[in-house]
């Protein structure tokens, strides 16, 4: 059986890595779905497709299950995302996410989907990562090490904080 699971993984963090584990135990491959693949460089969406690329792939490492890393836009329409995710993507049995949009789309189109438990969420979230790289906070724990390597690679905290930054000429 094939799974496969969505993030936007800005940046992919222990939350995730825990999710992973879970669904390696129940199928025999997995997808990992990098969406929305064409947002980069704000305080949002820091990090490049291929950074996130990089960041999973090195992770999931250490996990005995084949893995495919799939980098997916977004579209306008919600109502064929699904068929978008699934040109995208090699064929997969089950969908895993905790995101309502998702868990909704997918279902709407016949695929089944299972969620997981919400892992430490007080900090094992995007958002809170992102703000304490801004502020020049401790992230480097909440994260896999390779993905500390990945985002020292790419001088990433220095570009969260500059697109966070205000123009403060006020054109
Ligand atoms: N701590 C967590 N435990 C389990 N699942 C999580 C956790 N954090 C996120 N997820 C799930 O992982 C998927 C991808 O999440 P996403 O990449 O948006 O991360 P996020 O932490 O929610 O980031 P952001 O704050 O940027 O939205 C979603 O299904 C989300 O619900
Ligand atoms: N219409 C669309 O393009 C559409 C619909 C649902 C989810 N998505 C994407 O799927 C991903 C879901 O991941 P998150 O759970 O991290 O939000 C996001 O990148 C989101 O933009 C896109």
């Known amino acids: 059986m094939r799974g496969f699971y969505i993030g936007r993984f ?3 963090h222990d939350g995730h890595h825990r999710m992973v584990a879970e ?4 199928v025999d491959e997995l997808v990992l779905g990098v969406g929305s693949a064409g947002h980069s ?3 949002r969406d820091p990090f490049t497709a291929g950074e996130r690329v990089m960041m999973v792939t090195k ?5 005995d299950c084949t893995t495919y890393v799939v980098p997916i836009e977004d579209l306008d329409r919600n109502s064929v995302w699904v068929s978008h995710v699934q040109s995208m993507s090699p064929s ?3 969908g895993y996410s905790n995101n309502p949009l998702v868990i909704q789309l997918f279902e709407e189109a016949g695929v089944e989907v299972r969620q997981s438990p ?3 969420r007080d900090v094992l979230e995007g958002t809170e990562l992102r703000d304490r790289m801004i502020e020049g906070g401790e992230w480097q724990h909440l994260v896999p ?3 500390v390597e990945v985002i020292d690679e790419v001088d990433g905290i220095r570009r ?3 697109v966070s930054e205000t123009d403060t000429n006020g054109q």
């Open 23 to 26: 669904i390696v135990s129940e």
């Open 41 to 43: 460089h704000t305080t």
């Open 145 to 147: 090490d390779p993905v």
């Open 92 to 94: 997969f049995d089950v």
């Open 10 to 12: 800005q940046p992919y």
């Open 59 to 63: 992770s999931v490492a250490e996990f």
């Open 118 to 120: 919400m892992f430490n």
């Open 160 to 162: 969260i904080q500059r």
